[in-house]
């Protein structure tokens, strides 16, 4: 009886520390490039110290890669959008992963509203403009398996 309580407890404790030594291990990396034309054709380059100027597109790209030995579960990366510029567009996201937008950097809704007075006094929701858009990030519909990446882009334009 003793043997198979001692088994019992063996067993779990064993699984338990099994479990700990499999963990996700993500890194996010983010890089910002200038849309230029260039002979006709869109060229994408390094933003670097470049001064930019008003009506620069640039896309901010996210890389994430899970370099640990389990699925990064609810993964949620995002970025900001920086003061001076107006979201454009979603570049381009895994196929599952929704963005959201956030007009403060801290609550996120796909489809941000605000609330203005009308001319009558009355206060009306409607879409937050794209210029009033602080941040952007996606949920993912699966988990970033072991040794996988995952890039999400966005653009926007310097006011």
Do not use: C
């Amino acid at each position: 009886m003793w043997y198979r309580l001692i088994t019992l407890v063996f067993a779990i404790a064993f699984s338990g520390s099994v479990a700990l030594a499999s963990a996700p291990k993500v890194a996010l990396h983010l890089d910002a490039q200038l849309v230029e034309k260039v002979n006709g054709h869109v060229a994408l380059t390094a933003v670097g110290d470049r001064r930019l100027k008003a009506g620069d597109l640039v896309i901010y790209r996210i890389t994430a890669h899970n370099g640990g030995s389990a699925p990064a579960l609810a993964l949620a990366p995002g970025g900001k959008i920086p003061p001076h510029t107006v979201f454009v567009r979603v570049v381009s996201a895994p196929a599952g992963a929704k963005p959201s937008f956030s007009l403060d950097g801290n609550a996120f809704s796909e489809h941000p509203t605000i609330t203005v007075v009308d001319k009558d006094g009355h206060k009306v929701t409607k879409p937050a403009p794209l210029d009033a858009y602080r941040a952007i990030r996606w949920t993912m519909s699966a988990p970033l398996r072991p040794s996988a990446s995952a890039a999400f882009a966005y653009e926007v334009r310097v006011q």
